[in-house]
């Protein structure tokens, strides 16, 4: 399956790298931002890739966290995985949250984010008046415990 990305043309294209699988068993691309960032305490910032992705129909891309970072830097991004629909042809921002207790230096040029192209089927959405019932039930977080 093809894919294709187009640098933004508001930055220069030497400082966008295409997007690039790390490895053979990589199911995920690794996406590099543009820019040096700070970003203070609690801070929420989209960060700039520099890239737009005509994605296939019937798929999505899902953005999500590199584990290298996230061990340091907990849950940064802000709605991961985030997901990219087939139809925006925008650029890619990936929505940053520092959640730590102190300021954080991200360098352009860093591998920040990883992107993951999932098939996906729609449904036909139809109002009933009851549904099936099931073991589970209506039981709701935590319900059959920890352990």
């Known amino acids: 399956m093809d894919m294709k990305i187009k640098k933004v043309d508001d930055i220069d294209p030497k400082l966008i790298d295409i997007p690039y ?24 910032k989209p ?7 005509e994605i296939p129909i019937g798929c999505e891309m899902q953005v999500r966290q590199r584990s290298g970072i996230s061990s340091k830097y907990p849950n940064y991004i802000a709605n991961a995985p985030g997901t990219i629909d087939s139809d925006y042809r925008g650029e890619l921002f990936i929505l940053t949250v520092n959640n730590t207790d102190k300021s954080w230096h991200i360098e ?4 920040f984010a990883q992107c993951k192209i999932s098939k996906y089927e729609k449904v036909d959405i139809i109002e009933v008046n009851d549904i099936s019932k099931t073991e589970r039930g209506d039981g709701g977080f935590g319900h059959t415990g920890l352990k």
């Open 21 to 44: 699988y790390a490895t053979e068993g990589s199911s995920c691309f690794d996406v590099k931002i543009i820019e040096d960032i700070v970003l203070y305490p609690g801070e929420i």
């Open 47 to 53: 960060i700039r890739t520099g890239l737009k992705f």
């Open 108 to 111: 352009k040029g860093t591998r």
